[in-house]
């Protein structure tokens, strides 16, 4: 089994894959956007070229769990991308990824301009890495 996740955002989309034993998460790329149509093409062509299994779609929701604007935003890329594709697309929270990738950037003595070029990936690994484990934990996904 093989998952490539996306930490979708406005301007950047963060990209990570699975190893093919769903060991670890590993930062990909940092796909940054175009167009709406363009995004989601490129983004159904890469989990194609990967190989992936599943899409995991990190969903941003407020600290409470509820939906936000930018959950509203996210979703309808996610319902466009899931229209494309033969593989199956999944959400999963994505609270605290980005904060947790900026902190171990920063803690690298990465300075902000190349963060940019860094942290969605790294995000998107945080998050593909929790949906992981909860899958591990949850139907018991041999490690």
């Known amino acids: 089994m093989k998952f490539i996740c996306y930490d979708i955002g ?3 989309v963060g990209v990570a894959v699975s190893d093919p ?13 175009k167009n709406f149509e363009k995004d989601v093409a490129f983004l159904a062509e890469l ?15 407020k600290l409470d769990g509820t939906s936000s604007e930018q959950t509203e935003l ?9 229209s494309v594709t033969d593989i199956p697309v999944v ?15 920063i803690a690298g003595d990465v300075g902000r301009d190349k ?13 593909l890495e929790d949906y992981i484990n909860k899958l591990k934990n949850t139907v018991g996904l041999k490690q």
Not at 48 to 61: F, T, Y
Not at 74 to 82: H, R
Not at 115 to 127: E, L, M, W
């Open 74 to 82: 996210t979703m309808s890329f996610i319902e466009k991308l899931k």
């Open 10 to 12: 406005n301007k950047r």
């Open 21 to 33: 034993f769903m060991t670890m998460a590993l930062p990909k790329e940092t796909y940054w956007r």
């Open 115 to 127: 963060r940019k070029n860094y942290v969605d990936s790294i995000a998107a690994s945080y998050i």
């Open 47 to 61: 989990a194609k070229k990967e190989g992936a299994d599943r899409i995991v779609c990190g969903l941003p929701v």
């Open 91 to 105: 959400t999963a929270d994505e609270r605290f990824s980005t904060k947790e990738a900026t902190r171990v950037l």
